[in-house]
């Protein structure tokens, strides 16, 4: 069956300019995750949904960052007034359940650059 | 809080050589681990967890990884080094009050020489 996608692949912003990045999980994934991944680093954990509602936002960096997930399937990461030091691999996965033992599929990720 | 550390950032070896990737974790409670594989411009895969069945586990591709309490490691291995293992595989925790957060070490890149 399809993975996890992400749109765009690759996005090129200015600093100040408001970004948005799509998430479709594997269908029928109730957990969704969105990660972090800066140059020469793992991925950080940034936002955890079961379902649709945000049950732990506490990687979010700041108030710029935000996440939905209105219907609790595609979920969108929004970055306001976007700063150099956003420039990251912006990785989204989704799980069937969110335990211990549940295995987190990761999308191919979207790559952002902000000049 | 749960952490994971990856000795060596560059691993370089012989095709058919032994791969061994190097992780310790730290962590207050019993961990769940998990090995991850990240080829060029794709996302992570999963290659194995350990989920306390057994200390041994068994992955995709001929890798394999031993859960070692006393050392607080979970070292990646293979017997034999294929030019497709070429990658940057990251080990990673989870458990605790945070059960579904993975916690991910830097990474170690796997360059596999002819």
């Known amino acids: 069956g399809a993975g996890v996608s992400q749109t765009p692949s690759n996005k090129v912003t200015e600093k100040g300019k408001y970004v948005e990045l799509r998430c479709d999980p594997i269908s029928g994934h109730t957990a969704l995750y969105w990660y972090r991944q800066s140059l020469g680093q793992g991925p950080e954990f940034l936002i955890y949904f079961q379902g649709t509602g945000a049950a732990d936002d506490s990687g979010l960096p700041n108030d710029r960052f935000f996440a939905v997930r209105p219907e609790g399937s595609v979920s969108t990461l929004k970055i306001q007034r976007t700063e150099r030091g956003d420039s990251a691999v912006y990785l989204c996965a989704s799980s069937l359940a969110s335990g211990n033992t549940d295995t987190q599929y990761f999308g191919p990720g979207t790559r952002l650059t902000v000049l | 809080a749960q952490s994971v550390t990856q000795l060596g950032s560059h691993v370089s070896v012989s095709e058919g050589a032994l791969v061994l990737l190097r992780c310790n974790y730290s962590s207050s409670v019993p961990p769940y681990l998990f090995w991850y594989v990240q080829y060029p411009n794709q996302g992570l895969q999963l290659l194995l967890k350990?989920?306390?069945?057994?200390?041994l586990v068994k992955g995709i591709n001929g890798f394999e990884a031993e859960f070692k309490k006393s050392e607080t490691s979970f070292h990646l291995t293979k017997p034999s080094a294929h030019m497709s293992d070429a990658a940057e595989y990251f080990c990673a925790v989870k458990g605790g009050g945070s059960n579904y957060k993975l916690t991910f070490g830097k990474g170690t890149l796997l360059t596999v020489n002819p």
């Open positions: 350990y989920t306390s069945a057994a200390t």
